[in-house]
């Protein structure tokens, strides 16, 4: 009776040690079992598969190899025979002809020995091996999976964690009371337990109200640029309905300025739509290898034949390709020409080059002889609606969007910009793409 009690008492304290065992920890013991008994059977086979591959190759060996140094030749249609008279150190090798006739026979006990003894200490090396495996792996594995485990543990205790479902209704009240205007302010529940999810929100909040803060001053810098241009149109219009009607000069002057300021205003919304189209991720770019030289060599001849204020020169490299969209390429080379020409003096050279950057990438640089740029302005050039001072009143007719869609270009490529720029003494722009392969 004793004995029974002790028995019962033993289980029990086996059963009560695995109840308190965390689940995972046993679930991942048993997944670690299963993986190792999948590794122990992979290398069996490996080992099963490698010593008929040895052999195989052992045995192709010796029987071309003796055809080779007894006959000179080897023949598939000679017939073999190995022989035994006592045991292996008697073994004979026989080689007979079609019409039996001996070739040559010679004793291979002595080999035969020797590549037993070989197969032995292989076959001893991999039984202790895979025996290894059988008792060693399974810690193994474990070891491996010890940083799931971990997470499962933690998952689990905070699964089972007690959470009072009032600081749920604070977090959403704080989440429907915040106002865009005061988005900056954050969430501040002041709870050790809400403090993770407090900083995640917090950090989410901080970037719409990034995104916010820059739509809301693309759309009112938009607003202003076309204020503009439909005030020039209202006034000329209100000109011409007073005066234009009799007098020719007024007339050809407003119809004029309305076709300029309606021109810029169609610029100014076609440039407004391709940024929306990007900023939404709806602007498709057909993506193929082409050669930079080539694509910049038509800018460069149609340069010449649209300005003929300005003198142009064309350097190109060697072989350099450029993976990218042969039409966007184009559109952000003519607008970083375009600007070059704005600001550059009449009869003024403007560079346009091909080459092999520093780190061996493929770019193209516009280089101008015009008014330059201050560090100021070279840190805000391709920001929208952004124009420097010194340009701000001049009759160039920019809409400070062409930079900004440039940029986008050269962004959706992979590239970046290298700009150098001095006040009086001119600036160039050079574009950087991957390198291709």
Same mark, same amino acid.
């Given at each position: ?34 993986? /190792? ?7 069996? #086979? ?57 070739? !040559? ?27 290894? +495996?059988? #008792? ?7 070891? *491996?999976?010890?940083?799931?485990? *971990? ?11 007690? #959470?009072?479902?009032?600081? !749920? ?7 429907? /009371? ?85 021109? @810029?205003? *169609? ?5 407004? +739509? ?18 930079? /030289? ?85 840190? @805000? ?47 160039? #722009? ?8």
């Amino acid at each position: 009776m004793k004995t029974d009690n002790k028995k019962e008492k033993k289980t029990e304290k086996k059963l009560i040690e695995i109840k308190s065992r965390p689940f995972d920890t046993v679930r991942v013991t048993s997944i670690a079992r299963k993986i /190792n008994l999948n590794n122990l059977a992979r290398v069996f #086979f490996a080992y099963a598969g490698m010593d008929i591959v040895v052999f195989v190759l052992l045995a192709a060996i010796f029987v071309v190899g003796m055809d080779l140094q007894m006959e000179g030749t080897f023949a598939f249609s000679r017939i073999r025979k190995i022989s035994f008279q006592t045991d292996l150190w008697s073994a004979v090798y026989t080689v007979l002809d079609s019409s039996d006739q001996i070739l !040559y026979h010679v004793p291979i006990g002595v080999w035969f020995s020797l590549f037993r003894c070989g197969g032995v200490v292989l076959l001893a090396f991999q039984i202790i091996d895979l025996v290894s +495996l059988a #008792f060693s792996g399974t810690a193994q594995v474990r070891r *491996q999976l010890r940083p799931l485990n *971990q997470i499962a543990a933690r998952a689990q205790q905070l699964s089972e964690m007690a #959470f009072d479902e009032t600081k !749920y209704h604070n977090l959403e009240d704080a989440i429907s /009371n915040l106002k865009v205007d005061a988005m900056e302010n954050g969430i501040h529940m002041h709870d050790k337990d809400l403090q993770g999810i407090e900083t995640a929100l917090n950090g989410l909040l901080e970037r719409i109200r990034a995104s916010y803060k820059q739509q809301s001053q693309f759309v009112s810098d938009a607003s202003h640029e076309l204020r503009t241009p439909i005030a020039v149109i209202q006034g000329y219009v209100n000109m011409l309905d007073r005066w234009g009607k009799e007098d020719t000069a007024i007339l050809e002057e407003s119809i004029e300025a309305i076709k300029n300021e309606a021109n @810029h205003m *169609q610029k100014l919304v076609e440039q407004l +739509l391709f940024l929306a189209r990007g900023d939404s991720n709806r602007q498709n770019l057909d993506m193929q290898l082409h050669e930079l /030289n080539s694509i910049m060599r038509e800018v460069y001849e149609e340069s010449l034949m649209i300005d003929e204020n300005h003198s142009y020169r064309f350097e190109e490299s060697g072989n350099v390709r450029v993976y990218g969209d042969c039409d966007m390429l184009k559109q952000s080379a003519r607008i970083l020409i375009d600007n070059a020409a704005k600001y550059t003096r009449q009869g003024e050279e403007i560079l346009i080059r091909v080459g092999v950057w520093k780190d061996g990438s493929a770019f193209y640089g516009i280089q101008d002889n015009g008014i330059g740029m201050s560090e100021q302005d070279v840190a @805000h050039a391709f920001d929208r609606f952004y124009r420097a001072d010194t340009v701000r009143n001049s009759k160039t007719g920019g809409t400070g969007l062409g930079l900004s869609i440039a940029k986008w270009i050269v962004d959706k490529h992979q590239g970046y910009y290298d700009i150098v720029s001095r006040e009086g003494l001119g600036t160039r #722009f050079s574009v950087v793409f991957p390198r291709c392969g």
